[in-house]
């Protein structure tokens, strides 16, 4: 079993939709959660982090976590084509090397 | 602010030469951190410093990676005697240390293609 999993697409949505993103992880020890955007060719770029059970809400995004289901997800509200890139989550455990463990990512297609 | 600085933002070499990779994190960042990342593949961790702490290096595929980092700041990853495999894109990250939830931030990389 992949420590983190994410479907790995593509998600198409409608311009205008709610994109639902899905990340999966097995160390419940896991303490600290990021989604990251990466454009084809570019490097990732931090959308939103999330360290608390429940919603974590900035602007069009809102990211939700569910400690006990191992699970953490990141919805896209009014999406638009500009989002289209493959999202990334990333997991960071109770260890002390500070690594993320990184997910194969989603990739995302809004269609205009 | 500067972001990560990468260079060179592309290498091509051939086979069973070495490499240096090069990256300057943000300025007052303690960690750093290395990554791979293959096409239309996730990113694999490869090693991490932080302060004058030793390295963790758990993520270093072979003994042919090694990675530096002088003065606390840039760092240098070597590959000797590149494989044809080592075709990656190698990105660097760095985060401040005060919060061990900060947030890394990434360059944009440096991608590596061994004929």
């Known amino acids: 079993q992949k420590e983190v999993e994410q479907n790995s697409g593509p998600l198409s949505v409608p311009e205008g939709a709610i994109a639902s993103l899905n990340c999966t992880y097995s160390?419940?020890?896991?303490?600290?959660f990021f989604w990251y955007r990466q454009y084809s060719g570019k490097s990732p770029e931090l959308i939103m982090f999330?360290?608390?059970?429940g919603d974590k809400e900035d602007g069009r995004f809102t990211a939700q976590l569910n400690k006990a289901s191992q699970y953490v997800s990141l919805l896209i509200r009014d999406s638009q084509p500009s989002d289209s890139a493959t999202y990334l989550c990333a997991v960071k455990g109770m260890d002390s090397s500070y690594k993320l463990i990184f997910g194969s990512g989603t990739r995302l297609l809004v269609r205009p | 602010g500067a972001g990560v600085s990468q260079s060179p933002s592309n290498k091509v070499t051939e086979k069973g030469k070495d490499v240096e990779l090069r990256c300057d994190p943000i300025?007052?960042?303690?960690?750093l951190y290395w990554y791979r990342q293959s096409l239309g593949q996730g990113l694999e961790f490869l090693i991490y410093f932080q302060g004058n702490s030793a390295p963790d290096k758990s993520g270093l595929p072979s003994d042919r990676f090694s990675a530096e980092r002088t003065g606390g700041s840039v760092s240098t990853l070597t590959i000797q005697r590149t494989q044809q495999e080592d075709s990656a894109v190698y990105l660097c990250a760095s985060s401040a240390r005060r919060d061990r939830n900060q947030p890394q931030h990434f360059g944009d990389g440096t991608r590596l293609s061994i004929l």
């Open positions: 300025s007052g960042h303690t960690a």
């Open positions: 999330i360290y608390s059970n």
């Open positions: 160390d419940r020890g896991s303490q600290s």
